[in-house]
Nanobody, 114 residues
Framework: QVQLVESGGGLVQPGGSLRLSCAAS????????MSWYRQAPGKERELVAT????????NYADSVKGRFTISRDNAKNTVYLQMNSLKVEDTAMYYC???????WGQGTQVTVSS
């Protein structure tokens, strides 16, 4: 079955950096676009970024443009989210998603605080 395992979350100070990883299995990873979503307490889940099969970024949320970078390593069946210049408002649970398979990981918590 499809399995998505996020890692790399944690507590970081404002202005700091964090790299999230999503290890995928149970499907042909290189044949699917991948996305990162996030959800803050009491808020709706929002799309952060999507990367295509060919490695092109379809979009970034306006709030993260210039600070976050989505990438993928097909040899490792892994999608990454590099987060720089983190802000308090980036605090959320971050989820890996396969759009066409409607599959989600369990999420990894990112907390930005002094």
């Amino acid at each position: 079955q499809v399995q998505l395992v996020e890692s790399g979350g944690g507590l970081v100070q404002p202005g700091g950096s964090l790299r999230l990883s999503c290890a995928a299995s149970g499907f042909t990873f290189r044949s699917y676009a991948m996305s990162w979503y996030r959800q803050a307490p009491g808020k709706e889940r929002e799309l952060v970024a999507t990367i295509t099969v060919a490695g092109y970024v379809i979009n970034y949320a306006d709030s993260v443009k210039g600070r976050f970078t989505i990438s993928r390593d097909n040899a490792k069946n892994t999608v990454y989210l590099q987060m720089n210049s983190l802000k308090v408002e980036d605090t959320a649970m971050y989820y890996c998603h396969v759009p066409t398979l409607h599959s989600w990981g369990q999420g990894t918590q990112v907390t930005v605080s002094s």
